[in-house]
């Protein structure tokens, strides 16, 4: 979409204040149903659009000039209030932008899209805003932490958004909306500017309507920061160029866990062995894999995020910024009432947790553990990327559930089976739409080894094609 | 692994967190109910594996130490709660109500 966005633009069919004021209508007319943004912002998006017409008019575009786009609400842009939808964050105004959207070059900025507070959950309903609704079924959530995002390019109230992805909030909710969404090889893209969670598996990436656009996206962004010193100086390709060439014989490996997780449901399981028969019949070998600590990836990933999270959300004390509570009597209770009252439940069962395992006494038996588990998963993914040149699992073990369903909260860390493991070993995993079960997406997840986005887009781009879509 | 209320009083005493009645009784049994969860990372033997802390086995990217950006005050003050003549004005920092 993006491609012909583009040609349309520059041959004036259409220009980019149009555009916007066509998402804006369409944001107006489904958003107090969908709930996908949390801040619309009018006024700035036409200022962007006029300007990005001129710049059209005078042929220096940037392959994103005028195109209207939607921001999750962590990612800090100068001057516009950023929540993490979190009441602790209320009123915060940043005095910076994120490296992302500085990339993002012409690009006209919709809005701020609805997320689990500081990106913990898996759908959204975490938000002091309230749930967003899919937009398939809106009894229905829309996946999470970034929910908002993938339910604005599904209902396409923007041509593209950002979100992000530490242990699958992109890929559950795209595979949720039936869109596409990346999480990026951890330090392809940089992490400045995006309010943080766990540093050492946050990841930014793009929601799109295609494969294509995601390539786009990822040649805009990617690349060494000075601003985030965990960013590789790795080249940054064209990459939608790269996916016009034939697509090599791939190994696809099929980890034999992730079909066995009993959790997974079989009609779900049925769309993934479909797109495989038909990978298989295009010449593709098909190789069964074993990632044998597979189980060991979520309790792994609810240490170590904890543990990560009370360090990063200890800043938010109510002294600099955000909301402050007013019946404290001295300095101490600022910041416990403060925090006790900002906080929402699972921002704070996190943080307590994440408190305890870097504690004293119990550091060792814990975070050290995890961290040690975390090689041993590391390395199952290093094996198998012996065997084979790139895996297909499922996004998630279900279709999207209904608002309200998933109320223990161990039920929520088990969605993230399939895309805690990739986020542990920091490897990129890309999802793209698969077929449908009950009318509702299903999404395929395509995981390959680190610093392989070349490879993950093109089998993502053939599959793509494969089913027609 | 069963935590205690003391033990959340605790816990929510480090982390600076204030918390009513009802919800100690919440947290307790929810962080109990996680720490049992993520217990089963005993069931691996790890003694002879490394632990892994970063991915990208990137160190020390280094930069000249030169300033080449600017935050204006009245900026990064815009979200800040109290001010007062360019500072953040805070409750005294020594003499804590017991």
Known sequence: ?469 | MRLTREDVKRIAELARLSLSEEELTKYEDELSRILDYVDQLNELDTTTVEATSQVTGIVNQWRGDVVDYEFPREEMLASAIEKQEGHLNVKSIFGRAS
């Open chain 1, 1 to 469: 979409m993006l491609k012909e966005l583009r040609k349309k633009l520059d041959a004036r069919q259409i220009s980019s204040v149009e555009l916007t004021e066509q998402y804006l209508r369409a944001i107006k007319e489904k958003n107090k149903e969908l709930n996908a943004y949390v801040r619309v912002l009018e006024e700035s998006a036409l200022e962007q659009a006029k300007a990005a017409d001129n710049t059209i008019a005078s042929g220096e575009v940037h392959p994103l000039t005028g195109i209207p786009y939607a921001l999750k609400d962590n990612y800090c842009v100068r001057g516009i209030e950023t929540t993490a939808c979190s009441r602790i964050l209320q009123g915060y105004i940043p005095p910076y932008t994120a490296s992302v959207v500085k990339r993002l070059r012409g690009a006209v900025l919709l809005g701020k899209t609805n997320m689990d507070e500081f990106a913990m959950g898996a759908s959204t309903e975490n938000s002091c805003f309230g749930p967003t609704r899919n937009p398939h079924d809106t009894s229905r959530v829309a996946g999470g932490s970034s929910g908002g995002s993938a339910a604005a390019v599904s209902a396409d109230l923007a041509a593209f958004a950002f979100g992000s992805d530490t242990g699958g909030s992109i890929r559950q909710p795209a595979s949720f909306c039936g869109v596409v969404g990346l999480r990026p090889t951890y330090g392809r893209i940089s992490r400045f500017g995006v309010l943080a969670m766990a540093s050492s598996m946050d990841t930014m990436g793009p929601f799109a309507k295609s494969v294509e656009d995601i390539a786009i996206l990822f040649s805009e962004v990617a690349g060494r920061d000075t601003f985030d010193s965990t960013t590789t100086d790795l080249p940054v390709e064209r990459y939608s160029e790269i996916l016009e060439r034939p697509l090599p014989k791939f190994r696809i490996g099929i980890p034999k866990e992730y079909v066995e997780v009993e959790g997974l449901n079989p009609d779900v399981r049925k769309v993934i062995e479909d797109v495989v028969d038909a990978l298989r019949k295009k010449g593709h070998t098909i190789v069964s894999v074993s990632l044998p600590h597979t189980r060991y990836a979520v309790p792994t990933y609810y240490v170590l995020v904890p543990s990560e999270v009370s360090s990063n959300l200890a800043r938010y004390d109510g002294i600099k910024y955000g909301y402050r509570a007013q019946d404290a009597e001295d300095l101490f209770s600022v910041y416990c009432k403060s925090r006790g009252q900002g906080f929402g439940a699972e921002a704070k069962r996190r943080i307590m947790i994440g408190t305890y395992t870097l504690s004293a006494g119990y550091y060792d038996a814990y975070y050290n553990k995890a961290m040690k588990v975390r090689t041993l998963i590391r390395n199952d993914f290093n094996h198998a990327f012996g065997e084979a040149d790139v895996l297909l699992t499922p996004a998630s073990p279900d279709v999207a559930f209904e608002i309200g369903a998933k109320s223990d909260l161990l039920q929520m860390y088990a969605e993230d089976i399939f895309t805690a493991p990739g986020a542990l070993a920091g490897i990129p995993g890309l999802v793209v739409p698969a077929g449908e079960v009950n009318d509702l997406p299903v999404g395929i997840q395509i995981m390959g080894p680190q610093w392989s986005e070349t490879r993950v887009l093109q089998v993502g781009h053939f599959i793509e094609h494969l089913l027609d879509r």
